[in-house]
């Protein structure tokens, strides 16, 4: 479901407090039933990170595991975002990510590359206060990741890292070769280095 949003909440975001502010606005908007329950959304940038739209995915602690990034992602596709933020609040009010909470944000960072959508930051909101993936420094350790990369993607990178090994043994080779034969000519040894880049020690060894 879209959520409505008013010309001043149609904002360019320059950071996490921005997203906080407007997403409790929409939190206090619901009835006290509707506060007791947890809330996901998805919030949609575009290139000058102004919002798009803020859409509710799922509602209700039981909903939040099966939450699938097709589900998340699909107004992104269609409203042409360049990157997201997830936001999810904790109605017992402490803002502290679950194990499951980092978990689904590796899973949507994953499933954001391969759509072209960037996911940028997870919020989790209270009436009172934040927390901010980004912010705390759990988002840089989540996009090093590789728990929910797609298994072609490790292979592609270990190919691509074989194929580089593969070219600086060569080259390492052939430069040990051209120094083994300046030095048979008896070349000056400082010569043979800046020739080759390995230092005087190494040559004096070959």
């Known amino acids: ?42 919030v949609g940038l575009n290139q000058a990170n102004k919002i798009l739209y803020i859409e509710l995915i799922a509602l209700g602690s039981a909903n939040m595991a ?16 360049v990157r997201v933020v997830m936001v999810h609040n904790h109605p017992g009010g402490d803002a502290t990510p ?26 989790i909101i209270s009436d ?15 996009q090093e990741s590789k728990r929910w990369v797609m298994p ?17 043994i060569g080259k390492k080779e052939g430069l040990i070769e051209v120094a083994k034969a300046l030095k048979q000519k008896e070349i000056s040894l400082t010569i043979i280095a800046e020739t080759s880049g390995f230092s005087i020690e190494e040559i004096e060894k070959l």
């Open 1 to 42: 479901m879209e959520v409505k949003l008013n010309k001043k909440q149609k904002v360019t975001i320059s950071g996490a407090e921005d997203i906080y502010l407007i997403m409790r606005q929409i939190l206090r908007r619901e009835n006290k039933i509707g506060q007791g329950q947890e809330h996901f959304w998805m």
């Open 66 to 81: 099966s939450i699938k990034p097709r589900e998340a992602f699909r107004m992104a596709i269609y409203k042409l975002a």
């Open 98 to 123: 679950s194990m499951d909470d980092q978990d689904l944000t590796d899973h949507f960072i994953q499933a954001g590359k391969f759509l072209k959508v960037e996911v940028i930051d997870h919020l």
């Open 128 to 142: 009172e206060t934040y927390h901010s993936f980004f912010d705390t420094g759990i988002f840089e350790k989540l």
């Open 152 to 168: 072609y993607l490790h292979e592609e990178k270990a190919r691509k890292e074989g194929e580089e090994k593969g070219r600086q």
